[in-house]
């Protein structure tokens, strides 16, 4: 089994702000990375300390979003020159992994 080195990359949103709809048509369509998957959390907070949150009683619309890609090392470092100007800094993370190939 081969594998071959990629890198993973985890993008801090909230639903309130409405970016990460416009993020994925970007990492889709324009940078055409391998993959993408959007979470949605169920709490968290960030530099500010505000707590956001979704109960059974409350179901907030400023919840955590979470945006992973993934792609050659390569092509990650010419996306992220694009994304860095969109994204506050501090809110991308990103990591060498490897992904089986297959072969």
């Known amino acids: 089994m081969n594998s071959k080195p990629i ?3 985890r993008i801090y949103l909230t639903e309130g702000k409405h970016q990460y709809q416009q993020l994925l048509e ?6 055409q990375v391998a993959g993408v998957t959007a979470f949605r959390g169920i709490a968290g907070f960030g530099q ?3 707590m956001h949150s979704s109960t059974l009683l409350d ?3 400023d919840l955590p979003i ?9 092509k990650v ?11 506050k800094p501090g809110h991308i993370v990103s990591w060498s992994a490897t992904v089986n190939s297959g072969e």
């Not at 970007?26 to 940078?31: G, K, P």
């Open 59 to 61: 179901i907030s619309l």
């Open 66 to 74: 979470i945006l992973e890609f993934f792609d050659t090392p390569e």
């Open 48 to 50: 500010s300390g505000t």
């Open 7 to 9: 890198v993973m990359v």
């Open 77 to 87: 470092a010419k996306v992220l020159e694009h994304l860095n100007p969109l994204i």
């Open 26 to 31: 970007l990492l889709h369509d324009r940078e």
